[in-house]
Structure formats: structure tokens, C-alpha cells
């Protein structure tokens, strides 16, 4: 789902907070909340961040926000089905293993933590506690 549409559920059935209280808990305008619920402006990492600070949102739905704007995840495992984490993690330790001296980590580690993410925001990977959006 699109940031978007993620940030209104939120904002409305979670929280229960106006647009004027988000933005103003944010330190943001009104009219850019606007903006993003209207899909017309892409939020920075730091602005989900913000958000989900002044909605007081949990991990699970902070982490929510963030695949749906595009980013990594704050916890991949919030947004992995429990029965993949172990293959996962197996994967990502494979792939750690080929970092350098300095412990940079490999193109391939970055790329399938990308993949991973994107994967994420599509819902492929996503399994909430309840409902499409964890506890609305």
C-alpha cells in the first residue's frame, strides 16, 4: 500500500488524531500532511520518522510507515514472517561474511537487504499481527 494511504489509516484509526495534530506534533504544516496523504509529496526518511514519533506509533507500525515510503525498516523482523527470519538471517550472515577488513559490507548484502525492503513494501513479505496494517 502507498505511503499515503498507510499514513491516513494511521493518522485516523490508530492514533486518532486530526491532520492539524500530527502536523502540529511533527513541527510540520498542515498542508504538507496534506500533501503526503494526497500522495503529491514523498516524505524524507526523516519526516516518517517524525511521524511516527508524533503518532506515538509502535515498532510494527513505525517500521509499516517506512516500507510503504520506500526505506529500509528500522527491524526487518516487524515485517518478515516469523517462519522466514532463521533463512533469512542465515542468508544475511552468508553474505556479511564477505565484507571487507573494515567491516563494509559486501554490494550483494546491500542489494538483497534493498530487495528484501522493496519486498516489504509490496506486501510480500508482510505479516502483521492483525489486520492489513497491524492494530488499527
Known sequence: PPFSEVLRL????KVQMSSSDVARSAGL?????????HGVR???RETVDTLAR???????????????AGYLPNHLSSLVASSVISDLND?????????????N??????????LLAACARFGRLLCP????????
Not at 504544516?29 to 496523504?37: A, P
Not at 508524533?54 to 510503504?68: C, E, I, K, N, P
Not at 542468508?91 to 567491516?103: F, M, N, P
Not at 559490507?105 to 534493498?114: G, L
Open 105 to 114: 559490507q559486501s554490494e550483494d548484502y546491500k542489494e538483497f537487504y534493498s
Open 10 to 13: 494511521y493518522r485516523t484509526k
Open 29 to 37: 504544516s498542515d498542508t504538507h500532511i496534506s500533501r503526503l496523504e
Open 54 to 68: 508524533a503518532m506515538r506509533l509502535g515498532v510494527f507500525q513505525h517500521d509499516t510507515l517506512l516500507a510503504s
Open 91 to 103: 542468508v544475511l550472515i552468508a553474505l556479511e561474511a564477505g565484507s571487507d577488513a573494515q567491516g
Open 129 to 136: 499481527p492483525s489486520g492489513p496494517y497491524g492494530d488499527v
Open 42 to 44: 514523498a516524505p524524507s
